[in-house]
């Protein structure tokens, strides 16, 4: 089983619609979660962590996390097009920086 | 804050020659980067974790005499190619931690460098 785990989608979504990205993880001793947005030709930028149970919002974007289910996820709140996107979750494990990232989900968002 | 550089954004090269790569973290100190390479269409495949003032840790199937690493400073980590073949060519990407203990630690990548061999 990998140590994350994404839906590599792709995901389609109309304009101003809610857009819903899942990831779990397999390691219970994980410490800190991340999402990350990778455009096409360019490298993954931070979106937002989340070390905590519950719901992180930051604008638009809400992250959730369970960390009994091991489950992380993150909700993008009226969707744009320019929010099409490969969608990275990742995982850190302290146990010397050990960070796992799932494959991505492809997003996008129609006009 | 939080920003980490690349050198080159691109290069070409011919087939045999090395080439080198500078990873520097501009605002913050580093002592872990982290080295990926990534194909067209493909996932981030991690190459090595590089610890300040110490060997690199590779991962499975990356040869260490291929891909020089050396992380020499706190803001400055530099992955040669050596002996680049067309294979080599691809979009590598580093990143750093923004170190803040083992709840906070943040990965932030660079721009990647865009390979390609002839």
């Known amino acids: 089983q990998k140590e994350v785990e994404q839906n590599s989608g792709p995901l389609s979504v109309p304009e101003g619609a809610i857009a819903s990205l899942n990831c779990t993880y397999s390691?219970?001793?994980?410490?800190?979660f991340f999402w990350y947005r990778q455009y096409s030709g360019k490298s993954p930028e931070l979106i937002m962590s989340i070390y905590s149970n519950g719901d992180k919002e930051d604008g638009r974007f809400t992250a959730q996390l369970n960390k009994a289910s091991q489950y992380v996820s993150l909700l993008i709140r009226d969707s744009q097009p320019s929010d099409s996107a490969t969608y990275l979750c990742a995982v850190n494990v302290y146990t010397g920086n050990q960070f796992y990232f799932g494959t991505g989900t492809s997003l996008t968002v129609i006009p | 804050g939080a920003v980490v550089s690349q050198h080159p954004s691109w290069v070409i090269c011919k087939s045999g020659t090395s080439v080198k790569i500078e990873c520097r973290s501009l605002?913050?100190?580093?002592?872990?980067m982290f080295w990926y390479r990534q194909f067209p269409k493909q996932s981030l495949m991690l190459m090595a974790t590089?610890?300040?003032?110490?060997?690199?840790?590779?991962e499975q199937g990356v040869e260490k005499d291929k891909f020089l690493i050396n992380h020499a400073s706190l803001t400055l980590s530099t992955l040669t190619v050596t002996s680049a073949h067309p294979e080599d060519s691809s979009f590598y990407i580093c990143s750093a931690i923004l170190g803040g203990g083992p709840i906070t630690d943040t990965q932030y990548f660079g721009p990647g460098t865009r390979l390609t061999v002839l």
């Open positions: 590089s610890n300040e003032g110490s060997k690199a840790t590779y």
């Open positions: 390691d219970r001793v994980s410490q800190s």
């Open positions: 605002d913050f100190q580093a002592t872990t």
